[in-house]
């Protein structure tokens, strides 16, 4: 889906979520105490929000939210996000990715 592919380059943090997950919550969270600014796409919320989520399906995301993106490069969901949080390369991606400054 080419729409996907610009949705995911557009912005250097962007994060494929549902309001009825308590793991895309702890993602966003996550992120936004950083002091990351990423594009969230609400699946659930969205027109298309179905169409896009079989979309992340066929990139081998499973499950299919949370999912990150990061300078246009698939990270993954909760677990990838966390593993890279914890030691403590999830902070350089950010930086080189744009998104982070400090």
């Given at each position: 889906?080419e729409?996907?592919?610009?949705?995911?380059?557009?912005?250097?943090?962007?994060i494929?979520?549902?309001?009825?997950c308590?793991?895309?919550?702890?993602?966003?969270?996550?992120?936004?105490?950083?002091?990351v600014?990423?594009?969230?796409?609400?699946?659930?919320?969205?027109?298309?929000?179905?169409?896009?989520?079989?979309?992340?399906?066929?990139?081998?995301?499973?499950?299919?939210v949370?999912?990150?993106?990061?300078?246009?490069?698939l990270?993954?969901?909760?677990?990838?996000?966390?593993s890279?949080?914890?030691?403590?390369?999830?902070?350089?991606m950010?930086?080189?990715?744009?998104?982070?400054?400090l």
């Open positions: 889906m729409n996907l592919q610009k949705m995911i380059t557009e912005k250097s943090v962007v494929f979520s549902k309001n009825s308590c793991m895309s919550h702890t993602i966003k969270t996550l992120f936004l105490d950083f002091g600014n990423p594009t969230i796409y609400e699946l659930d919320e969205i027109n298309r929000g179905r169409e896009i989520e079989q979309a992340l399906a066929q990139l081998g995301c499973s499950p299919t949370p999912v990150v993106f990061i300078g246009g490069q990270v993954g969901g909760a677990n990838q996000v966390m890279l949080h914890l030691n403590r390369s999830l902070v350089p950010l930086k080189r990715a744009g998104a982070l400054w």
